[in-house]
C-alpha cells in the first residue's frame, strides 16, 4: 500500500490507483485492461492498480530527473518498452494481506454471490465505506512503510479486520434472498403473519436495525460509550438467516458420513449381553399398568447399536420431553455460547429498552441495568420510557396453553421483553392484629393489582387466582389462614408481560433520579438513539437449565421464538419456531411424521412424537465435537435439585435425564452411563394412560435394569459371577444440592 499524499485527502480509497494511462498511445490497451479486470476479484484489481500507480510513478521520477550527463534523452530515441507476460512473484507480505483481505470480505472466483453487484449500490457504497476507514486508520498510525503497513503491525490489522468484519457482514446479508443492505436512518418493514397477530400489518424488524458498539464480554451489565456506529452483534443479525441455513446444511453432510443409528452393527466385545438386558427389559414391561400405552427404545451411545425397541415408532404424547427437541435444535443452530442482549438507547429526553427475549433476566439484573443507563445518560432529563419488543410477535400465550384457571406459573405468557418469567410471587402472611391476612407481590414494583379477600381463622385452604381486568394483572386471594400459620407462598402468571416490565422500569427510574414517575409507552428504538448499557446473559446451554433441570415452560417457548427470530429475520412466532425445529428435525433424517410439534415446551394436548425420535435427539447431542453435548450437564441428575430429586437417588450422577408430566402422560428421556463412565445407553420411556405414580415406578424399573445391565460389562471377568448386587443397594454417590431453583416449574 503506497502513503497517501496530501492531494489525495479526502479521496475514496484506492481514487488514486484508478487514474488515466499518461500515455496517449497506452489509452486503448488501458480500455482493454479494464473490460478484463471486471472479470477479476476485488484483490486482484487491487493488485493491478498497485502496479499501475507505481509505474506511473517512475515514469514520473525519471521525467522530472531527465536523462544522465553526456548520454541521449531515452524518452525520445528509444522504443516502447515491449508488454511482459511473465507472471511476476507475489511477495509474502502482499500474499498473506490479499488473503486476509479475501478471507475477511469473502470475495473469491468459486463465490461469484458474494461480489458486490453491479445493480446493488448500498453494496457498493459500503464498500467504499469500509476502504475508506481502512485509510483513514492507516493514516492516523502514520504507518511509514512503503508496502502494506498494517501487515507490519499484528495489533492495528487485528483491529482493522474486526471493525472491518462487521461491515462485510452487513455486506454479505445483502446476497441472502429477500435481503438488502438498510441506510442509516431506514428500518426494514416486513408482514406480520395473521395467524399470529390477526391481519397481515407492516412491522418493523428488530434484527435489521443498527446498533451500537459490541460490549461483549462476560454475564452482566455492561455500560457504553454512547456511539451509534453498527457492532458486530447487530449487524450480525441481518447474516442470521444464512447463518442458520449453513449450519443445517454442515449438519447433513456431517449426518451423512457418520449416521446416528446402526442397526446391524455388531456390539463391540466386552460391553455385556445385549439380550439379557433385553429379556429384563421386556420383563419388567410385562408388568405395566392395565390400559396404558408405552413406547420404549434404547440405544448404545458407544456402538450406535439399538439395544431394545418396544413400539419405539408409535406416536405418542411426550409432555415436557418436548423441551429437549426444542433445546437441542436452539443449540445447534444458534451455538452453545449464545448470549440474550437487553439494552437501554436513548435520545435527546427518551430512554429505550430494547428486549430480545432473554428468559432469565430478573428483577436485580434490571435494576442495575437501569442504574448503569442513567449514570451513563449524564443526568439529561427523561420525558418518557420506550419498550422496543418487536422481536417477537404480539402473540403472547403458545398453542395449547390453558386461558382460564388459576392461572399457574408453568402457562406464563411469551414476550420479548420479560421479566422474572413473566411471573410475580404472592405471598400470604398472618396477621395477629387484623381480621385479614396481609397479602403482597414480589417483586413489588406495580403492574399487578391483589384483591385481598382471605380471612384468618380455621377453614379450608387458601385459593390465588390471577385474571386480567382493564388490561391490568389483578390477583385475588380467597379462604382462610389460621393465626401463627406460616406464610403461604404462591406463584402466578402475569397477562401483559410488557406492562408489568414497563411498571417496573418506571418504578427503578424513577428511584434513581429522585423525581416523579416517568410515563411508559410501546415502540421502536431508532437506529441513532445512542447505547447506554447491555445486559448480556449467561451462555444458551446454561439458559437451558432452567428448561431441562426444572422443565420451565417459559424458558422453552422464549428459545423457540428466538430461533424463529434469528432463522427468518422476522419477528418471532410460535409457528416459525415449530417450522425451524421441523426442519431441523428433516435434516437430523428424521421422519416428519415422528414429530407434531405446536409449541416449544411440550405443554399441549396435541403434540406427539416418538420414543424413537427422543433417543435420535440424544445420540446427535453425544457425537464428537457436537455442540449440544453440554446440555448434559443442566438435565436433572437424581438426588440434586431438579424434576429427578426424589427419584433414583442411587444412581446420582450416573444417570442425566428429562422427566415430562401432565395428566395421563409420563415420560423419562436421558443418558445413563456404566461407574467408569466409558458405555452409555440412551434411552427414552413414553408412558400414555393410567396413573403418574404408576408409571414413574415402571420407568424407574426399567432404568435401574439399565445401570446393572452396565455395571456388569464394565466389570472385569473375574468379578462378574460375584457382582450381584443390587444398583439401588449401593450408597447414594453424591449428597443432595441445596442450590435454589428457578420458581417457575411444572413437569
Known sequence: MLRARPTDRGRGAFDGLRRQPTNPEDATTSRSKEAQSAHQSPHRRWQSGIRQERQRVALAGEAERGPPRGEPDSRRHARPPAPTTAKRRVPPSRRRAGQLWTSVLGHSRANPASRFAAEDRPGRRMASRVSSFVCDRVRRMKCRTKTYPIMRRPRLTRSLLVAMLGLASTVAGAAVPGQRILRPGESASVPVPSAESGAARPRAAPDARWRGP???????????????????????????????????????????????????????????????????????????????????????????????????????????????????????????????????????????????GDPSLQIVDLERLIRRALAAHDGREIRRIVLDDSAFSPRRFGPGYPTSGPAHSYAAPSSALALAFNTVEI????????????????????????????????????????????????????????????????????HDPLAFFGACVARLAAEQTDGPAIPIDRGVAPQHAQLLAAHISAPLHE?????????????????????????????????????????????????????????????????????????????????????????????????????????????????????????????????????????????????NGGRARDSRRLQDRMVLAMARHLEVSSSPPASKASSNTRVDAAPPTRPPSTASHPPTRHD
Open 214 to 356: 459490541a460490549t461483549a464480554g462476560h454475564h452482566g451489565v455492561q455500560a457504553a460509550t454512547g456511539s451509534v456506529h453498527p457492532n458486530r452483534d447487530g449487524i450480525a443479525a441481518a447474516a442470521w438467516p444464512s447463518v442458520v441455513e449453513r449450519r443445517l446444511a454442515a449438519l447433513q453432510r456431517e449426518l451423512n458420513r457418520e449416521p446416528l443409528t446402526r442397526e446391524e452393527t455388531p456390539r463391540a466385545p466386552g460391553q455385556g449381553d445385549d439380550a439379557a438386558l433385553s429379556r429384563r427389559l421386556g420383563a419388567v414391561l410385562a408388568s405395566r399398568p392395565a390400559g396404558t400405552r408405552v413406547g420404549v427404545r434404547v440405544q448404545s451411545l458407544a456402538s450406535r447399536k439399538v439395544v431394545f425397541d418396544r413400539n419405539g415408532d408409535t406416536t405418542l404424547h411426550p409432555a415436557s420431553n418436548q423441551k429437549l427437541v426444542t433445546a437441542v435444535a436452539a443449540v445447534e443452530l444458534l451455538g452453545a455460547r449464545y448470549r440474550f442482549r437487553t439494552e437501554v438507547r436513548a435520545t435527546a429526553d427518551t430512554l429505550f429498552v430494547v428486549g430480545t
Open 427 to 494: 405471598e400470604v402472611r398472618p396477621s395477629r392484629h387484623q381480621a385479614r391476612p396481609v397479602a403482597r407481590t414480589r417483586p413489588g414494583c406495580g403492574g399487578v393489582k391483589i384483591v385481598n379477600r382471605a380471612r384468618s381463622g380455621r377453614g379450608g385452604p387458601l385459593d390465588i387466582r390471577s385474571g386480567v381486568v382493564d388490561g391490568q394483572t389483578r390477583v385475588t386471594v380467597r379462604g382462610t389462614l389460621p393465626p401463627g400459620h406460616a406464610p403461604v407462598v404462591a406463584r402466578r402468571r402475569v
Open 543 to 687: 439458559v437451558l437449565a432452567s428448561a431441562l433441570r426444572f422443565s420451565n415452560n417459559f424458558t422453552s417457548e422464549q428459545v423457540l421464538r428466538t430461533l424463529a427470530w434469528r432463522a427468518t429475520g422476522r419477528p418471532g412466532t410460535f409457528a416459525d419456531g415449530v417450522a425451524t425445529v421441523a426442519a431441523f428435525w428433516r435434516t437430523i433424517g428424521g421422519d416428519p411424521a415422528e414429530l407434531q410439534l405446536d409449541n416449544g415446551s411440550g405443554l399441549s394436548r396435541t403434540s406427539r412424537t416418538t420414543a424413537r425420535a427422543l433417543v435420535r435427539i440424544l445420540a446427535l447431542t453425544q457425537r464428537p465435537g457436537a455442540p449440544s453435548d453440554t446440555l448434559r450437564e443442566v438435565m436433572a441428575v437424581p438426588g440434586e435439585d431438579g424434576t429427578l430429586r426424589r427419584r433414583l437417588r442411587r444412581l446420582g450422577p450416573r444417570l442425566h435425564a428429562k422427566t415430562g408430566t401432565i395428566t395421563g402422560v409420563s415420560a423419562l428421556s436421558g443418558i445413563v452411563t456404566d461407574p467408569n463412565g466409558r458405555d452409555a445407553l440412551a434411552f427414552s420411556i413414553l408412558v
